[in-house]
């Protein structure tokens, strides 16, 4: 599952994906598949001239930023020692979520009994993505069936149980009710795992995005998806649901899957789920994430991006693990 904080991946890689569906149209491999395509309507040309002038990633990889006042003269420690809890610096704190488009957003899904990734993982940028900006839209991940999941990822702060209550079967129309009020032009519909159901709420999935394509046609939707438990029937449901990508999570490199996911999920199992999602509808763009700061080399990450490639996956994200709370794995950089 994808339900943790992880720096800005979340509104990153629905952007990634965004700019696939709505850029040239042509596909690139791997890394590169969200640097080939313009900026979005919505930026002004201001804006969109800093984007093309601005710092690339190689620079951010050298570490050779111009502004780097936000940090130079911290003092305290940025590697953990053993048995230590680091303090998070100060560029990693935010402010506490507040604004009209954050009360908008939450009132709305508290009237629909609605929920989000946003607030089951405790998402520190929470407050940025539902407040939006200057040059941003606000964005919320709905999370599908509940909050509590029949899993338990050492990563993941939502709820578990082995038996979650009963799934709302208005879930799909009030999640499309809510988007429409939003005015949203691309959304991303996610879940807990829920082992508990015979198709693993595959069918909640199609009926939402019908609900959906059904008040707006012309929205973009992403699914991020569990495994489905390998049930390759679940995973055409979704496929053939009238989505536009369809999203699901490696998570981390092959050789920390058992450390990292609940044993019950495997990075080939993942594999075959997005494999078999573009062999049964070849237009939909494939996406997954990697979390980044687990103790993985950087080889293994190579390796994993290459065997992504190899099934045919449209876009990959990288993002910072951040451990949610003590009881969770613990970053580890080295």
């Known amino acids: 599952m994808a339900l943790l904080p992880r720096g800005r991946r979340c509104g990153a890689a629905a952007t990634a994906a965004r700019r696939l569906l709505l850029g040239t149209g042509a596909r690139v491999p791997g890394s590169h598949a969200c640097n080939q395509y313009t900026t979005s309507g919505s930026l002004t040309e201001e804006k969109k001239e800093f984007l093309q002038s601005g ?5 951010f990889v050298s570490g050779d930023l111009s502004d780097k006042s936000a940090w130079a003269e911290y003092k305290g420690n940025l590697k953990r020692q053993k048995g230590e809890r680091l303090r998070l610096p100060p560029w990693l704190k935010t402010e506490i979520p507040m604004g009209k488009n954050y009360n908008k957003l939450k009132n709305t899904l508290r009237s629909l009994n609605l929920h989000t990734v946003c607030e089951e993982a405790r998402c520190p940028n929470i407050g940025e993505c539902w407040g939006g900006g200057e040059y941003a839209t606000a964005t919320a991940t709905i999370m599908l069936m509940g909050d509590t999941c029949t899993r338990g990822c050492r ?6 149980a082995k038996n979650p209550p009963p799934l709302d079967p208005e879930e799909p129309y009030n999640t499309a009710k809510a988007i429409a009020e939003w005015g949203l032009d691309y959304v991303v519909l996610t879940s807990v795992d829920r082992d508990d159901m015979p198709d693993g709420g595959a069918e909640h999935f199609a009926k939402t995005v019908s609900h959906l394509k059904e008040r707006n046609s012309k929205i973009l939707v992403e699914c991020l998806t569990p495994d489905f438990r390998g049930d390759l029937r679940a995973v055409e449901k979704v496929a053939l649901s009238g989505l536009d990508v369809y999203a699901h999570n490696v998570e981390t490199v092959p050789a920390l899957q058992r450390k990292v996911r609940d044993p019950r999920a495997s990075f080939e199992q993942s594999l075959r789920v ?12 494939t996406k997954t994430s990697v979390m980044l700061g687990l103790g993985e080399t950087d080889g293994q990450v190579y390796s994993t991006m290459k065997l992504l490639r190899e099934a045919d996956v449209d876009c990959l994200t990288l993002g910072q693990y951040m451990q949610p709370t003590k009881r969770h794995l613990k970053v580890n950089s080295s």
């Not at 990563?155 to 578990?160: A, I, L, P, R």
């Not at 997005?274 to 763009?285: D, G, M, S």
């Open 55 to 59: 710092p690339d990633l190689q620079d």
């Open 155 to 160: 990563f993941c702060s939502v709820k578990t």
């Open 274 to 285: 997005l494999k078999h999602a573009k062999e049964v509808q070849p237009r939909v763009v």
